[in-house]
């Protein structure tokens, strides 16, 4: 599955959309399923009214981290996972460029890179390199 990135949304715009535990609550609710502003209400248990919740599905959605869809006079939210995982893998690539997780994550976008098994590698385990054969050393 391709995702669009062209509205991409930065790490630093995804953490702050993601870091107030509302919202968090709301992304779990509307993790594998649609739901309206009111059954959000209601599954928090009255403890946030409409205008907030629709608050913070704005938010979510100009993140790019719920989709929303119109039935009848009702909006609909749902998340939107890939977008989720995509942001969680590019704020590792960007925050731990040094793991394996984000060579990974990179060898997924460009193809050519290979990753080293640790056990056989004696540079850094951790950096992923060119295929064997590509010469990518400076002149």
């Given amino acids: 599955m391709n ?3 062209s509205g991409s949304t930065s790490p630093f715009d995804f953490a702050r959309a993601i870091a107030d535990p509302t919202r968090q609550r709301i992304m779990q609710l509307c993790c594998c399923g649609w739901c309206s ?3 959000v209400v209601e599954a928090l248990g009255g403890d946030v009214g409409q205008p907030t919740v629709s608050h913070h599905l704005a938010v979510l959605r100009d993140a790019g981290l719920v989709r929303s869809r119109r039935e009848g006079r009702s909006m609909l939210y749902t998340l939107d996972q890939e977008r989720v995982a995509f ?3 590019q704020m590792i ?3 731990a460029p040094e793991t394996r997780t984000a060579a990974v994550l990179r060898a997924r976008v460009d193809p050519d890179l290979v990753i080293e098994d640790e056990a056989t590698s004696k540079a850094d385990p951790h950096e992923a390199r060119p295929k064997a054969g590509e010469n990518h ?3």
Avoid: K, L
């Fill in 137 to 139: 050393e400076a002149p």
């Fill in 3 to 5: 995702i669009d990135t």
């Fill in 37 to 39: 502003v009111g059954e």
């Fill in 87 to 89: 942001c969680c893998g």
């Fill in 93 to 95: 690539v960007d925050f």
